[in-house]
């Protein structure tokens, strides 16, 4: 099949058509599309990102994963706090781009796979430092958009992505639940053992990440005013991912055409 197909098939029930890499999808190839999905950590965002983005035959955008690839760089390079100058310089220099073959999309440095490094307890510790460095942030956001340029069906989820990289979009979600539920998930997900850490431990640290998150300089994490909040306390994630799907859909045939 063409990966630059256009065609359309009719269904009964909606039009599918074939996305810019081959996936079918019920958006229209001629309507550019951005979904962003902003919200504070253990709200199940990149989970309910990759699924939504699944259900609709979207490409899915994991921007956690460029700040974390920028933390390895760190890492790798030995950089002290104080480099910020040639931090920026070599993350810009290592051209992070997305393998779009891979499901999930894998990330690489350098045309290098840097994806099986980015989940590790020393990224993971670094990353927030990064993630509140302006000139970083502001060097991601530009790819982002690059990103969305040459992939205009898209799921895109972090932390700014509806309230600064893409203030436009069409469909914005802001996923919450409350702290003490993030916090068990959180655990789950890590298969933390409750001997070594205790959920209220976990939830003060989910509490104090949201300050961090909540009060730098640039990109904090805010509900943009025009963004549908979904509170995921008391939903499980294939419900989440069906309300969501029914916003976008509800949303679909308004969007704008490209021009021919
Ligand atoms: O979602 P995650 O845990 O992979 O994100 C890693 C870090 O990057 C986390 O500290 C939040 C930050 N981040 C951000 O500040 N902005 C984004 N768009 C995505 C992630």
């Known amino acids: 099949m063409s990966t630059q197909a256009t065609k359309t098939q009719t269904s009964p029930a909606v039009k599918i058509s074939v996305n810019t890499i081959g996936k079918s999808t019920p958006v229209p190839a001629n309507r550019p599309i951005i979904i962003t999905i902003d919200g504070p950590a253990g709200t199940g965002k990149s989970t309910v990102a990759r699924m939504l983005a699944a259900k609709l035959g979207l490409d899915f955008l ?73 000139e970083l942030r502001q060097h991601m956001v530009r790819k982002q958009r690059i990103i969305f340029a040459q992939h205009p069906h898209l799921v895109t989820e972090g932390r700014d992505q509806g309230s600064v990289a893409f203030p436009d979009a069409p469909v914005k979600f802001y996923l919450d639940a409350e702290p003490m539920i993030r916090a068990q998930r959180r655990i789950d997900q890590l298969g933390i053992d409750p001997q070594t850490m205790s959920l209220e431990t976990m939830c003060d640290r989910i509490i104090q990440r949201d300050e961090m998150d909540s009060t730098r300089a640039d990109g904090p994490l805010v509900c943009p005013d025009d963004a549908i909040r979904i509170d995921t306390s008391a939903m499980d994630i294939e419900e989440v991912v069906d309300l969501m799907a029914k916003h976008v859909m509800a949303r679909v045939q308004d969007l704008p055409e490209l021009d021919s």
Not at 80 to 101: K, R, T
């Open 62 to 134: 994991d921007t956690g994963a460029m700040y974390r690839a920028a933390a390895a760089i760190m890492i790798d390079k030995q950089f002290d706090e104080d480099q910020v100058g040639e931090l920026v310089s070599e993350v810009i220099g290592a051209d992070l781009h997305f393998d779009w073959s891979q499901d999930p999309p894998t990330i690489l440095a350098w045309d290098n796979p840097i994806d099986h490094r980015i989940r590790s307890q020393e990224v993971t510790d670094l990353v927030s430092y990064v993630a509140t460095l302006s």
